[in-house]
């Protein structure tokens, strides 16, 4: 009787799922949890309920499908608060670019990597590919392309669950606090180092009719573990020798000023700001020659004495070290930095004193650490994996292990 009862009810699929998502609502609220995200809470009750009741999907979809229907005019409702928030996007319009355009690559770059892996057909493909946008447009763009529109449905809700209930706990390590700086890297989750990785081997392996050995037991994939390793810290090491040059400089014209224009410390003459801020830029350029080129040429001359595995090896070893180096500077910069502002503010003896004297000596090294070398790893990470995908082809045909 009940399962006619249902068959017979056109509102039991959508009072269903508001009550589901209602109850979900409430456990986040009363609990304050990301685990309890209401629109999964809702799909586990709905299917809890089904199965339970042993009700047919296609009953359920009978009365629900009303709301699929609410999903475009919802989707174009968006542009209301969009246009609301008209100011802030013109104010950070350039992050916000960045932003989309590298969430996109990234994205594309994923899922393209995740099929070679997997050996996906196009259909699957497809599937996957808008998986980062509303559900609305992401059921048109997999259906007109040729994938399966309900897959496509499912991946969407669990990019945004996953997305929703690990990005604050993902931000918070890296001291991500702004709103808008929070947004765009929630949404455009980077995992390039991992994709290019992969995007090579697949493309090495594609060029060649052997089975290559990519495995920790081949002595080329170790060595060039080593090697990758080893050039996070050598990079480092010449990062923070580059910003010490610079401000060497700096502080040379900063005196040869204070010494010749006579009034600067009264206020009567003005600074020759100018040749400050050209040093800077050409130090700056001058002193990153050497880094961007070990960059390029380290895969590429690993490649040509390791072969392809050896490369692999060189990747791994660079994005392992390097993020761990790059988190570790960024936080270890951030503590000095706080360290020195805590005592200046009246902590441990404040201005002047023997541990001020100390914070300063340690936010000299802090600073380097986050605002240069920390985030130049990123770089690093990414052009080492980049200029082994442009060279593959050189790579693969002349290499010393080819010869032996």
């Not at 969430?103 to 070679?116: E, F, N, P, R």
């Not at 559900?135 to 809700?157: D, Q, W």
């Amino acid at each position: 009787m009940s399962m006619e009862f249902f068959e017979h009810s056109v509102f039991f699929g959508v009072s269903l799922s508001l009550l589901a998502y209602g109850l979900g609502v409430v456990l986040q609220r009363r609990f304050r949890l990301a685990l309890f995200n209401p629109l999964l809470l809702s799909v586990i009750v709905t299917i809890l309920v089904l199965v339970t009741a042993h009700i047919d999907y296609e009953v359920y979809y009978a009365g629900a499908k009303y709301l699929s229907y609410l999903l475009t005019p919802a989707t174009v409702c968006l542009a209301v608060p969009l246009y609301e928030q008209l100011e802030l996007l013109k104010q950070n319009y350039k992050a916000v670019l960045a932003g989309i355009v590298s969430g996109v690559l990234t994205s594309l770059t994923c899922v393209l990597a995740m099929a070679a892996l997997l050996n996906l057909d196009h259909a699957a493909y497809v599937t996957l590919l808008p998986k980062s946008i509303t559900t609305a447009i992401g059921m048109s763009i997999s259906e007109e392309l040729g994938g399966y529109v309900p897959i496509t449905v499912a991946v969407i809700l669990v990019t945004g669950i996953l997305g929703n209930m690990f990005a604050e706990a993902i931000c918070k390590p890296f001291k991500i606090q702004e709103p808008i700086a929070k947004g765009i890297a929630i949404g455009s989750a980077s995992l390039t180092a991992l994709a290019l990785l992969v995007s090579y081997v697949n493309i090495v392996q594609d060029r060649t009719v052997e089975t290559l050995n990519f495995t920790l037991t081949s002595p080329t994939v170790l060595v060039g573990l080593f090697i990758g390793a080893l050039l996070v810290f050598v990079f480092s090491a010449m990062t923070m020798s580059a910003v010490q040059t610079a401000a060497q400089s700096i502080v040379v014209e900063v005196r040869r000023q204070f010494r010749e224009i006579a009034g600067i410390m009264e206020g009567k003459a003005d600074p020759e700001y100018a040749k400050c801020v050209s040093l800077c830029t050409k130090g700056a350029l001058h002193e990153m020659v050497a880094p961007a080129l070990m960059a390029i040429i380290v895969p590429i001359v690993t490649g040509l004495i390791l072969g392809p595995t050896g490369v692999v090896g060189l990747l791994g070893g660079v994005s392992v070290t390097g993020f761990a180096m790059a988190v570790f500077m960024s936080n270890a910069g951030g503590a000095w930095d706080n360290a020195k502002k805590y005592i200046e503010g009246g902590h441990h003896g404040g201005k002047g004193s023997e541990c001020h004297k100390a914070a300063v000596v340690g936010d000299t090294v802090g600073d380097p650490f986050k605002d240069t070398s920390g985030p130049s790893l990123n770089i690093l990470i990414k052009l080492c994996s980049t200029v082994s995908i442009v060279f593959s082809g050189l790579i693969l045909s002349f290499n010393l292990m080819n010869l032996l």
